[in-house]
């Protein structure tokens, strides 16, 4: 597994693949600047081919990524920086639960 905290997620995404991590945790990842939708980085989740879990506060000003195809999203209280410990201990104790043997 790999993973990081707004920019470190970045960073966990592109690197997810040589690492031949087995997983992506992304806290609070920062899709495109605030007030910049053009400047989109979807494309560094959209390139992760492990399975990614995204938890974004649900007022986080750095956008909203949407659920795709190996890719879930945990939408907890909160702003970009995902204050709020138990709902992201609860959504990553289930997303890591799901994927244990």
């Known amino acids: 597994m790999a993973g990081g905290r707004s920019s470190g997620a970045r960073v966990a995404c592109r690197t997810a ?3 031949r991590v087995a997983g992506v945790l992304c ?4 899709l495109q ?6 400047r989109s980085r979807l ?3 959209d390139g992760v081919r492990a399975p990614v879990l995204v ?4 007022r986080d000003p750095f956008g909203m990524p949407l659920p795709a195809r190996g890719r879930d999203v ?3 209280p ?8 138990g709902p992201i201990r609860e959504a990553v104790a ?8």
């Open 74 to 76: 945990a939408v907890v």
């Open 17 to 19: 693949d040589a690492a």
């Open 33 to 38: 600047p605030p007030g910049r939708p053009e």
């Open 43 to 45: 494309a560094e989740l």
């Open 27 to 30: 806290l609070a990842f920062p």
């Open 78 to 85: 909160g702003t970009h920086t995902l204050r709020a410990t």
């Open 55 to 58: 938890v974004q506060g649900e």
């Open 94 to 101: 289930s997303w890591l639960a799901e994927r244990s043997p």
